[in-house]
């Protein structure tokens, strides 16, 4: 079994919570209330701010150039591509890229993002990455599942742009590359000894990505 599978059996009851929040099915079937959507996409530019921080973090725990390239690549994505959906979407409400970076952050957000960034300060390359795989693999493993549902990705779905983008290639092969690095960071640096440590980093992770779907669920009118 892969390194990642491991991590997903061992905390699979959160893996479950978080991949199939009633948050993610409402969005497939479009009933998801426009103010959840809202209140979680504006957070969420909250948090890809403070992940394109972790992925600096990642870029100076890196021990070689050919992980520092990966994690800059990594932190180009949310930079360059991820955050130019946020701005698109909230722009069809009136919400400016300030207007966003000025919103009150919410202890969901602030719990998820600063938990990650501590993982990664006192742990290596190889616990960081550990703390961001939730993420990543995660949205690409929820947008492919919410794509295959009949009607998604119609344009009558307002939320057909966000699956489409989160299904599209381009996410995919960003977790791909996610996945295919923490295989190789594991066979270097996961010992039988780390694995519990590992472990419990994952599942924190993943149980503070379906607290972040929770908020959003709760903001429902
Ligand atoms: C909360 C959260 N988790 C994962 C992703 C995927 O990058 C995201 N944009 N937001």
Redesign the pocket.
């Given at each position: 079994m892969s390194f990642f599978e491991r991590l997903k059996t061992a905390a699979s009851a959160e893996w479950r919570a978080y991949t199939g929040h009633p948050f993610t099915d409402a969005m497939a079937d479009g009933s998801l209330p426009e103010a959840a959507f809202r209140h979680y996409l504006v957070q969420?530019y909250l948090?890809?701010i403070e992940?394109a921080r972790a992925y600096a973090l990642a870029i100076y725990k890196s021990p070689s150039l050919a992980d520092m390239r990966e994690s800059a690549a990594g932190l180009s994505a949310?930079l360059d591509v991820?955050m130019d959906l946020h701005i698109k979407l909230c722009a069809g409400w009136g919400l400016s890229p300030g207007d966003l970076e000025r919103a009150p952050p919410a202890v969901e957000m602030l719990a998820?993002t600063r938990y990650v960034l501590d993982a990664g300060m006192r742990g290596d390359l190889l616990a960081l990455k550990v703390a961001l795989a939730?993420?990543?693999i995660?949205?690409a493993e929820i947008a492919t599942r919410l794509a295959s549902r009949p009607g998604a990705r119609a344009a009558t779905n307002p939320y057909s742009v966000w699956i489409s983008e989160?299904a599209g290639a381009l996410y995919q092969e960003v977790a791909a590359n996610a996945r295919a690095q923490l295989e190789r960071l594991a066979s270097r640096y996961a010992t039988p000894a780390r694995e519990a440590e590992l472990i419990a980093i994952f599942r924190e992770a993943t149980r503070l990505?379906a607290d972040?779907w929770e908020m959003g669920w709760r903001a429902r009118p």
């Open positions: 969420d948090f890809l992940f949310i991820e998820y939730p993420c990543v995660g949205y989160y990505e972040f």
